[in-house]
């Protein structure tokens, strides 16, 4: 009977162990996307005004006529239902509509904009992932000491002062001050670079946006990884590591800190989408051609197709990251079963 047991301790783990989280996922956001897109569509239609109220505002001045033709082109007229019915059968063939701002498909207009609000939304969470578990890692190895103290001190700073002002003082500082980095923009502009140097053009473009959109969760990640790490040293797994005399080192990073990554990853996973929606008041604040500010043009020009299009796609971003999020959590912790 040992024997046998013994030998299914040690059967590998079947290769689609991971499908039963992608399914469980699955079938909880579509219908969610389905939803949020029906509701934000009746929603914007409900704003008072529309794009061409706002194109003939900015012309000044139009004729009754001129703007009722502009509205049965931009597909304007009709109830909010036949207008919805219309919608839902154009992103059924994959046509998210052309925009009467930019007179650009919106998929193009969105496309054009989603790598640099990716590249920034996923370096600052990056930043912030790393350098909060670090800071955690030292508060609980410390704890009640005085570095403790003084990182509480600074993890407090970082999350009470709004990340606007830590981007204009950042701009004071390091811009206007030092002169080391530029303030507004993404790139050079009139400089054809490839290869290494025009990464390290955008990355010097990117360094005071990563750090103004990552401050905050810095402090919510060490804060996290503290808890966390205080709540697992008190396991029985932990003392037991620490009786048969591995190096303290071992035991906090190989023991302790992957243990305490479960909650981690778990408000990663949800503080993506809030990066991804918060991100337009720093691309505001430092220039930068991202979907943050397409949203705030589009809301104040009343371009709705763009906004259900950027809507779609951040919705499908989040059920995205939610499956990896539950694959990354099942790679840390084989224990966890899907079901």
Same mark, same amino acid.
């Given at each position: ?76 007229? =009709?109830?909010?239902? $036949? @207008? /919805? &019915?219309?919608? !839902?059968?154009? %992103?059924?063939?994959?046509?998210? *509509? ?45 704890? =009640?000491?005085?570095? $403790? @103290? /003084? &990182?509480?001190? !600074?993890?407090? %700073?970082?999350?009470?002062?709004? *990340? ?176």
């Amino acid at each position: 009977m040992s024997h046998q047991l013994s030998e299914t301790a040690v059967l590998p783990r079947p290769p689609g162990r991971f499908l039963p989280a992608i399914r469980r996922t699955l079938l909880q956001a579509i219908p969610t996307v389905v939803g949020i897109l029906i509701l934000n569509f009746i929603l914007l239609q409900m704003v008072p005004g529309d794009v061409v109220d706002v194109m003939s505002g900015e012309s000044g001045g139009a004729t009754l006529q001129s703007m009722t033709a502009l509205r049965e082109q931009f597909g304007l007229v =009709g109830s909010i239902g $036949d @207008r /919805l &019915l219309v919608y !839902l059968d154009h %992103l059924a063939r994959l046509d998210l *509509g052309v925009s009467p701002r930019y007179n650009v498909p919106v998929t193009e207009l969105i496309f054009g904009r989603l790598p640099n609000t990716l590249f920034l939304v996923i370096s600052g969470l990056g930043l912030a992932i790393t350098v909060g578990v670090l800071i955690g890692t030292v508060m609980a190895t410390w704890a =009640g000491r005085l570095t $403790d @103290r /003084l &990182l509480s001190i !600074l993890n407090l %700073l970082l999350y009470s002062t709004p *990340g606007f002002w830590i981007g204009l003082m950042l701009i004071l500082l390091f811009s206007v001050k030092l002169g080391w980095v530029p303030a507004n923009g993404y790139q050079t502009i009139g400089v054809n670079l490839m290869g290494i140097d025009w990464l390290l053009d955008r990355l010097h473009y990117a360094i005071l946006p990563v750090l103004t959109l990552s401050t905050f969760f810095i402090a919510v990640y060490a804060r996290l990884t503290r808890a966390a790490m205080l709540e697992v040293k008190q396991q029985d797994f932990v003392r037991t590591a620490r009786s048969k005399g591995l190096s303290p080192y071992r035991v906090v990073f190989r023991h302790v800190l992957r243990n305490a990554l479960m909650p981690i990853t778990t408000v990663a996973g949800l503080h993506f989408a809030a990066l991804f929606g918060g991100a337009a008041v720093t691309e505001t604040v430092f220039g930068w051609p991202g979907l943050g500010r397409l949203t705030l043009e589009a809301v104040m020009t009343r371009d709705f197709n763009v906004l259900l299009g950027i809507l779609l796609l951040s919705s499908l971003l989040v059920v995205l990251v939610n499956v990896l999020t539950d694959l990354l959590q099942l790679w840390l912790d084989p224990r966890i079963q899907a079901r």
